[in-house]
């Protein structure tokens, strides 16, 4: 069994409180330098990736790329893989308020192009991943119509997609009983729309879960993205990333 985050899959306001204040803490260290990320014992076997908007069109991008590696997926409020083609009216239009959805044809001929090359990995490694799909559907910001051709993507490579669209969530992290009202856009996008988002796509990907346990604050740590970036020119990456690291990881747990 894994953990799961508490600050999004928590059965009280409480535990949710203590992380949100906790990641804010973090941020708001701006004097402290963040330090090489290093190594721990994980699991290879079990990596999945996650995100909500730009972060769940990251997300597509790194599971196509990288599938081998990678057996599920949570995107919320994102879209297909190559969805803007290089070019950034794309990405403003087709990939977040398309009235019709975007075909995947091209899409799916550059995905082809990029694994024969060996760029990305095999499109065969998508099958049978679980990947979980959110869209709400009072979304304005990324309608449904993208989230769906994201669904026609994944079933065309034969993954095995559970897709929750019939929350009236705006754009937003859904949570059972934190944020603001479920229907509400705005800061911090996390709304309670009584759906535990997280430990659903977790629960779904790995299976039974642990009961989530109180953040322990210096678990949260800041590392250095440029140790990875650094030779890669401009990436739109902030300088410092955070990841939590459970006690358990930390002493050298699996």
Same mark, same amino acid.
């Given at each position: 069994?894994?953990?799961?985050?508490?600050?999004?899959?928590?059965?009280?306001?409480?535990?949710?409180?203590?992380?949100?204040?906790?990641?804010?803490?973090?941020?708001?260290?701006?004097?402290?330098?963040?330090?090489?990320?290093?190594? /721990?014992?994980?699991?290879?076997?079990?990596?999945?990736?996650?995100?909500?908007?730009?972060?769940?069109?990251?997300?597509?991008?790194?599971?196509?790329?990288?599938?081998?590696?990678?057996?599920?997926?949570?995107?919320?409020?994102?879209?297909?893989? /190559?969805?803007?083609?290089?070019?950034?009216?794309?990405?403003?239009?087709?990939?977040?308020?398309?009235?019709?959805?975007?075909?995947?044809?091209?899409?799916?001929?550059?995905?082809?192009?990029?694994?024969?090359?060996?760029?990305?990995?095999?499109?065969?490694?998508?099958?049978?991943?679980?990947?979980?799909?959110?869209?709400?559907?009072?979304?304005?910001?990324?309608?449904?119509?993208?989230?769906?051709?994201?669904?026609?993507?994944?079933?065309?490579?034969?993954?095995?997609?559970?897709?929750?669209?019939?929350?009236?969530?705006?754009?937003?992290?859904?949570?059972?009983?934190?944020?603001?009202?479920?229907?509400?856009?705005?800061?911090?996008?996390?709304?309670?729309?009584?759906?535990?988002?997280?430990?659903?796509?977790?629960?779904?990907?790995?299976?039974?879960?642990?009961?989530?346990?109180?953040?322990?604050?210096?678990?949260?740590?800041?590392?250095?993205?440029?140790?990875?970036?650094?030779?890669?020119? /401009?990436?739109?990456?902030?300088?410092?990333?955070?990841? /939590?690291?459970?006690?358990?990881?930390?002493?050298?747990?699996?």
């Amino acid at each position: 069994s894994r953990d799961r985050p508490s600050f999004s899959s928590s059965p009280t306001s409480l535990a949710m409180r203590r992380a949100l204040l906790l990641v804010a803490t973090v941020a708001l260290l701006s004097t402290v330098l963040a330090s090489s990320l290093k190594q /721990y014992n994980i699991d290879k076997s079990a990596i999945s990736v996650s995100g909500l908007s730009a972060g769940g069109f990251m997300a597509v991008q790194f599971h196509f790329a990288y599938s081998s590696i990678v057996n599920g997926a949570a995107i919320i409020a994102g879209g297909p893989y /190559y969805c803007a083609q290089g070019q950034m009216t794309t990405a403003l239009t087709s990939c977040m308020n398309a009235f019709l959805e975007p075909s995947i044809v091209p899409l799916d001929n550059a995905a082809k192009n990029y694994a024969s090359s060996g760029k990305i990995d095999a499109l065969e490694h998508l099958a049978q991943q679980r990947v979980w799909l959110f869209s709400g559907t009072a979304d304005t910001v990324v309608k449904q119509t993208v989230m769906k051709s994201l669904n026609k993507m994944y079933e065309h490579y034969g993954a095995n997609i559970l897709s929750v669209f019939n929350v009236p969530a705006q754009h937003s992290m859904p949570t059972n009983d934190y944020g603001n009202d479920c229907g509400f856009l705005g800061s911090p996008y996390i709304n309670n729309c009584h759906l535990d988002a997280a430990g659903a796509f977790l629960e779904y990907i790995y299976g039974n879960l642990t009961d989530p346990t109180t953040p322990v604050a210096s678990n949260l740590i800041s590392f250095s993205q440029n140790d990875f970036t650094a030779s890669h020119g /401009y990436t739109g990456l902030a300088d410092t990333g955070y990841v /939590y690291v459970p006690s358990a990881c930390q002493s050298g747990t699996t």
